[in-house]
C-alpha cells in the first residue's frame, strides 16, 4: 500500500482484517493532522461505519444539514438539505486530520499491518512471476508483493510507471483557505458559499473540534487563480479582507483571526484520468485515481468507496486478475458520474467566464426546487449517485447515533 492518505489506510485496514498482510509506505517520516476543512457524505460515513470508526469522527465533526449558496445580491443559488432525500442523513464539516488521525490509529493497532514511513517510492518493476518489486529514491527494493495499491495522491510518481494511461492536469483556479476558531457558534449545520460572477467564490464550513481541544472550528476557503497566487499575496490583507466583509459581513470573526497573507495556504486542484483503475497486480485508489475539482467536496469520501470496494470484489474472486478487473468495472459508474459533474460544473463556479455567473444563477436557482433534478442534485451531493438511470449507491447509515450535542 502506497500512501497513508485517505484511501490507503482505509483499504489497508479492510484488507489486514480479512486476513492478509499488509505493508503501509508513507514518504512523509511523522506523519500529523494537517489540513483544511472537509465534508464527509453519507457515503463517506458509511464506510467508515463498516470500518467501525464512524462514531469518533462524527463526535469531533460538525453535523450539516444543507448546503446554501447564494450570488452577491443574497439571491438564492443552490439550496440542498438532506432531509428531503431521508430524514436519516447528513454531511459532517470536519478537519482533515480528524480522519487521518482516526484511520492512523486504527492502522496503529490492527494486527497483519506494517507501517513504513519516510520512505519516497518512485519505481515499480514487474518480476516473471507477475509480482512486483517497490523501489525509493536511493535504491532500496521492497517486496516482492501479490498486489500494489497505489494511493499516494494526484501526483502519484509510481501511477506514471504503470502500463495503464493517465491524463492528469492542473485547474486553472484552487483556493486560499484558513481554519478558525468559532467559540460563539457563528457558523453551524449548513456549507456557507457565496458567489460573485465565476471569479469569486467563498465559502465557510464548520469543521467541527479539530484533532485536538474542544473550540468549534470553521474553514474559510476563497477562489484564487493558481498564476495569480503571488499578485494576490503582494496586494496584501486589505483588498481582500474589503471583498469578503462585502460579500459576507457575518465573517468578520474569522477575517480578525487572519494577520498575514501568509496565514492563508494555498491549494491547487488536478484533474486524473484513467480508462480504467488496474493493471496485472496493480491498482490505482484515490486521487491518485481520479483527483477532480473540489467543487462537490467527493474527494475524501470517493477514496474510501474505492477501498470499500476493493475489498468487496477481493472477497468475491478467488483470482487477482479478475477481482481488479471487477473492480474497475463495479467503479465505472459511481466514479464517472462524479469527474464528468465535476467537469461541468467547476467552470460555473471557478473560470474566466464570466458569462457563466448570470447564467448559473438563473438556471440552478430554478432547477434545484424540480423535484427530479432536485433529488439528482440530492444524491450527487451525497455521494451515492452512479447517473440518473442508474441505482444509488447501497451504503447510507442512519443518524441514530448522533452525540447528543451535534444532534
Not at 489506510?9 to 486476513?19: D, I, T, V
Not at 467547476?346 to 438563473?362: E, K
Amino acid at each position: 500500500m502506497v500512501g497513508a492518505g485517505t484511501a490507503g489506510p482505509a483499504a489497508a485496514l479492510f484488507l489486514a482484517r480479512a486476513g492478509h498482510q499488509v505493508t503501509v509506505f508513507e514518504r512523509v517520516a511523522t506523519p500529523s493532522a494537517v489540513g483544511a476543512g472537509i465534508v464527509l457524505q453519507p457515503s463517506g460515513l458509511g464506510v467508515l461505519d463498516v470500518l467501525g470508526l464512524r462514531e469518533a469522527v462524527v463526535a469531533r465533526g460538525a453535523v450539516l444539514r444543507e448546503l446554501w449558496c447564494q450570488n452577491a445580491r443574497g439571491q438564492r443559488v443552490i439550496h440542498l438539505e438532506y432531509a428531503l432525500l431521508s430524514s436519516e442523513l447528513f454531511g459532517l464539516g470536519l478537519h482533515r486530520g480528524v480522519l487521518f488521525d482516526a484511520l492512523l490509529h486504527e492502522l496503529q493497532r490492527t494486527g497483519g499491518l506494517a507501517l513504513e514511513l519516510g520512505v519516497t517510492l518512485d519505481g515499480l518493476e514487474r518480476l516473471a512471476d507477475g509480482r512486483h518489486v517497490l523501489v525509493d529514491e536511493q535504491g532500496r527494493r521492497f517486496g516482492p508483493w501479490d498486489l500494489v495499491i497505489i494511493a499516494d495522491g494526484a501526483r502519484s510518481r509510481l501511477r506514471d510507471r504503470l502500463v495503464t494511461p493517465s491524463e492528469v492536469s492542473r485547474y486553472p483556479w484552487g483556493a486560499v483557505w484558513f481554519v478558525a476558531k468559532d467559540e460563539g457558534h457563528h457558523f453551524e449545520r449548513r456549507l456557507f458559499q457565496v458567489v460573485d460572477g465565476t471569479q469569486r467564490l467563498l465559502g465557510l464550513l464548520p469543521t467541527g473540534l479539530g484533532p485536538t481541544g474542544q473550540t468549534p472550528r470553521v474553514s474559510l476557503f476563497w477562489s484564487v487563480r493558481a498564476d495569480q497566487v503571488g499578485e494576490w499575496r503582494a496586494a496584501g490583507l486589505e483588498p481582500w479582507k474589503r471583498a469578503v466583509r462585502r460579500l459576507a459581513p457575518q465573517a468578520e470573526h474569522v477575517l480578525e483571526q487572519i494577520h498575514s497573507v501568509d496565514d492563508l495556504l494555498f491549494s491547487e486542484y488536478h484533474d486524473v484520468v484513467m480508462p480504467h483503475w488496474h493493471a496485472d497486480g496493480v491498482v490505482v485508489l484515490g486521487d491518485a485515481a481520479h483527483a477532480t475539482s473540489p467543487q462537490l467536496g467527493q474527494g475524501c469520501n470517493l477514496a474510501l468507496v474505492d477501498a470499500w470496494e476493493l475489498s468487496r470484489v477481493l472477497e468475491a474472486h478467488d483470482e487477482l486478475p479478475s477481482a481488479l478487473t471487477a473492480y474497475s468495472r463495479r467503479r465505472r459508474w459511481h466514479l464517472g458520474y462524479y469527474q464528468l459533474a465535476t467537469r461541468w460544473l467547476t467552470p460555473l463556479f471557478q473560470s474566466d467566464h464570466g458569462w457563466l455567473g448570470p447564467v448559473r444563477d438563473l438556471v440552478m436557482g430554478a432547477t434545484c426546487r424540480w423535484p427530479l433534478v432536485g433529488r439528482q442534485m440530492l444524491t450527487g451531493m451525497a455521494g451515492i449517485s452512479r447517473g440518473p438511470f442508474l441505482p444509488t449507491l447501497p451504503l447510507v447509515k442512519r443518524a441514530e447515533a448522533l452525540p447528543a450535542r451535534t444532534a
